[in-house]
């Protein structure tokens, strides 16, 4: 089974400051990767997915990911961070002939002024 | 844009009492899938849910669990007997074809007292 670990609940950074965040994944076979976020009291929102046609993946509001077969990472970021950007954000992998989506445990992205 | 609906956005019941939790999946999509989020914890897999049948199941989704498509537009959960564990927030997502993305509804937070 699939498993997708995500390094750090929390992340806080400044307004204007880099975003990493960290998605690491298990399979063995690349999979289709995604990333959502959580706005308060509101559902997941797709910020990008990986499907094996670029290592690169650009996203909305300025997010992109870069998917890396050797370290079965792929982490989320984005050159400057905003204040609108403070959700939880999770990193999800693909899984089985109807492509559950198993999700990583979350991080919540803290942006101070 | 169309979108995933869910009703009720909060739902309050006994132990014990049956609930029935609805989502509205957008019209073209054919793969139907229910997810859930204890507090603090990651979203997991119920169910998915394709031409009018489960296609797979999670070990969390037992006998007390049961899903229908009645009438060709809604999507129900339905859970016979609650239980305290299963307080928790209920996303429904749905998708036109198996490998595109799947499109979740803002939930249902389901108490249990």
């Given at each position: 089974?699939?498993?997708?670990?995500?390094?750090?609940s929390?992340?806080?950074?400044?307004?204007?400051?880099?975003?990493?965040?960290?998605?690491?994944?298990?399979?063995?076979?690349?999979?289709?990767?995604?990333?959502?976020?959580?706005?308060?009291?509101?559902?997941?929102?797709?910020?990008?997915?990986?499907?094996?046609?670029?290592?690169?993946?650009?996203?909305?509001?300025?997010?992109?990911?870069?998917?890396?077969?050797?370290e079965?990472?792929?982490?989320?970021?984005?050159?400057?961070?905003?204040?609108?950007?403070?959700?939880?954000?999770?990193?999800?992998?693909?899984?089985g002939?109807?492509q559950?989506?198993?999700?990583g445990?979350?991080?919540?992205?803290?942006?101070?002024? | 844009?169309?979108?995933?609906?869910?009703?009720?956005?909060?739902?309050?019941?006994q132990?014990?009492?049956?609930?029935?939790?609805?989502?509205?999946?957008?019209?073209?999509?054919?793969?139907?899938?229910?997810y859930?989020?204890?507090?603090?914890?990651?979203?997991?897999?119920l169910?998915?849910?394709?031409n009018?049948e489960?296609?797979?199941?999670?070990?969390?989704?037992?006998?007390?669990?049961?899903?229908?498509?009645?009438?060709?537009?809604?999507?129900?959960?339905?859970?016979?007997?609650?239980?305290?564990?299963?307080?928790?927030?209920?996303?429904?997502?749905?998708?036109r074809?198996?490998q595109e993305?799947?499109?979740?509804?803002?939930?249902?937070?389901?108490?249990?007292?």
């Amino acid at each position: 089974a699939q498993s997708v670990t995500q390094l750090g609940s929390h992340v806080s950074v400044s307004e204007g400051a880099l975003v990493l965040l960290r998605c690491n994944y298990s399979s063995s076979v690349p999979p289709y990767l995604f990333w959502y976020v959580q706005y308060p009291n509101q559902g997941l929102q797709l910020l990008l997915k990986y499907t094996s046609a670029a290592t690169l993946v650009k996203g909305i509001n300025g997010f992109e990911a870069e998917f890396k077969k050797s370290e079965t990472s792929f982490h989320l970021t984005k050159p400057s961070a905003h204040m609108s950007d403070a959700a939880e954000y999770f990193c999800a992998v693909s899984e089985g002939s109807f492509q559950k989506l198993v999700f990583g445990t979350g991080t919540r992205l803290l942006v101070s002024p | 844009e169309p979108e995933v609906t869910q009703t009720p956005s909060h739902q309050v019941t006994q132990m014990g009492q049956e609930v029935i939790l609805r989502c509205v999946p957008i019209s073209n999509h054919l793969y139907f899938y229910w997810y859930r989020q204890i507090l603090g914890q990651k979203v997991e897999f119920l169910v998915s849910f394709y031409n009018n049948e489960i296609s797979e199941k999670s070990e969390i989704f037992d006998d007390q669990f049961s899903v229908e498509r009645p009438d060709g537009s809604n999507f129900t959960l339905k859970i016979r007997s609650t239980k305290l564990e299963d307080s928790a927030m209920y996303f429904c997502a749905s998708t036109r074809q198996v490998q595109e993305t799947q499109y979740f509804g803002p939930g249902t937070r389901l108490l249990v007292l």
